[in-house]
């Protein structure tokens, strides 16, 4: 079990912007070092459409995510993973082996509302 990471302010928590959006498009990303896929997710109109890299191949099958909402982090800088420039962090609680759950809401809720 991991340990609580350090206390923070709100207004730290404040500035992470985690939002919803609904997975578009998901494709095999055979390039990259640990499996994952490559995923384009609707954010709505204010943010759009980015681009996350997603270690999730044990727990989703590829043909079971587009149509999916998801929840993100849109604030943190892109990253270059591999060939694959991934602009969303993704978000996921790990299973009883470790391995990553998505997380979403229990209902549709609109695309771009933020977490709080």
């Known amino acids: 079990m991991a340990e609580t990471a350090a206390t923070i302010s709100f207004d730290d928590f404040l500035k992470v912007d985690i939002r919803v959006g609904t ?6 990303f055979p390039e990259a070092r640990k499996p994952a896929y490559k995923l384009t997710i609707d954010f709505g ?6 681009k996350s890299s997603a270690q999730i191949t044990r727990n989703h099958a590829l043909d079971g995510l587009v149509g999916r909402q998801v929840l993100a ?3 943190f800088p892109p990253r270059q993973i591999g060939p694959f420039m991934s602009e969303v962090l993704t978000l996921g609680l790990p299973d009883a082996n470790g391995e990553v759950m998505l997380i979403a809401p229990t209902a549709k809720v609109p695309d ?5």
């Open 73 to 75: 982090v849109v604030n």
């Open 45 to 50: 109109p204010e943010i759009g459409r980015k």
């Open 23 to 28: 997975i578009v498009e998901a494709l095999p």
């Open 112 to 116: 771009g509302g933020r977490m709080y």
